[in-house]
């Protein structure tokens, strides 16, 4: 796809974003923040919570698809992760109304993951095509992706894909990974960061709307027009938490066994995302004139002020009695695999 007319930043707020012709669909933290932020509201709702047609001026569609987020706190904090076949079925649905009622231009948030994380991996570019065969969470995206992507058939889309998108209310797998009491490395990788500012989400999209943009573009912290990254030791200091290291054989096995006993809520493959890098180049946002506002370090502290006091093992948050157990095993990798975290697992088999 082309991209189409691509103008410099603009500074004042008469964005074409703002012009109302604009709604922005999906559900979960992510979606209301771009939603608040560019102020497009959602289609009305009927009694029922069947979403109604959208006002006839709406000639522009935002779609939102949740990338790993957490829903609200539930009994022993089981994860409101979306399902593939509810994400497939939602684009699905946007893509057959949009076409159908004449859209002039579909912006789909999806991630990064898509490209999928890798040991050494090279930066992620705008045009490199999703990994094929992914699992987890972005096996999800990908499958909703190709979904909207064959229902709009020739109304022009782009697919804005972030890396680590932070922020306040921001509750995700990968936020969650601070929240362990260990921050977990693969011997032999380098692990670097970066994050997004869900406020730099925000004006990502805008810009995409502003100039028409179509295709896949990355975003993510920049400096200089350059990825803005953080390495594993940074991190680790910033965030007041020591490292541990596994052998990559030894993180993937206990992820996967304990993923099938019902402790992790993740499969074992999205381990790569918080172990692996994949940093992303945001070029094509970057040459329309779009310019982050927070760095990585910056998004970090807000990310780490949110997670404060909280304790968490590869995506589940653990409290009361769940805490102390951890804390008297000394959680030594409390993200993968402590004996006294296998030996609960097992337990509950």
Known sequence: ????????????????????????????????????????????????????????????????LPAGEFGPARPREEPALGTRERLVGEARSVGEAARARGIEHVVAVTSAMVHGAAPGRAVVDDDEAPEPGAAGVAGDLVAAEDALRE????????????????????????????????????????????????????????????????????????????????????????????????????????AERLHRVGVLPSPASDLAFVVYPWTVSAARLHDAGWSPAWSSAAALEV?????????????????????????????AVAVLGTAAVWRQARARR
């Open 151 to 254: 229902a709009l058939g020739p109304v022009p889309l782009a697919v804005v894909r972030p890396a680590v998108v932070v922020g306040p209310g921001i509750d995700t797998i990968l936020t969650r990974h601070f929240e362990a009491p260990r921050l977990l490395t693969v011997r032999g990788e380098e692990r670097t960061w970066q994050l997004l500012h869900v406020e730099d989400l925000v004006s990502a999209v805008r810009a995409v709307l502003d100039a028409r943009l179509e295709g896949g573009l990355t975003a993510g912290a920049l400096r200089d027009g350059l990825p803005d990254e953080l390495d594993a030791a940074t991190v680790a200091t910033v965030a007041g938490m020591r490292t541990v290291q596994l052998p990559a054989v030894t993180a993937f096995g206990a």
């Open 1 to 64: 796809m082309s991209e189409g007319g691509v103008r410099s930043r603009r500074s004042d707020a008469a964005s074409a974003a703002a012009s109302g012709d604009v709604v922005v669909l999906g559900e979960g933290q992510v979606a209301r923040a771009v939603r608040d932020g560019l102020g497009g509201g959602p289609a009305p709702a009927s009694a029922d919570g069947a979403p109604r047609p959208w006002p006839d001026h709406v000639r522009r569609v935002v779609l939102v």
């Open 303 to 331: 990310l780490l002020d949110q997670v404060r006091g909280r304790l968490g093992v590869a995506g589940r948050r653990f409290g009361g009695r769940d805490a102390a157990a951890l804390g008297a095993a000394g959680a």
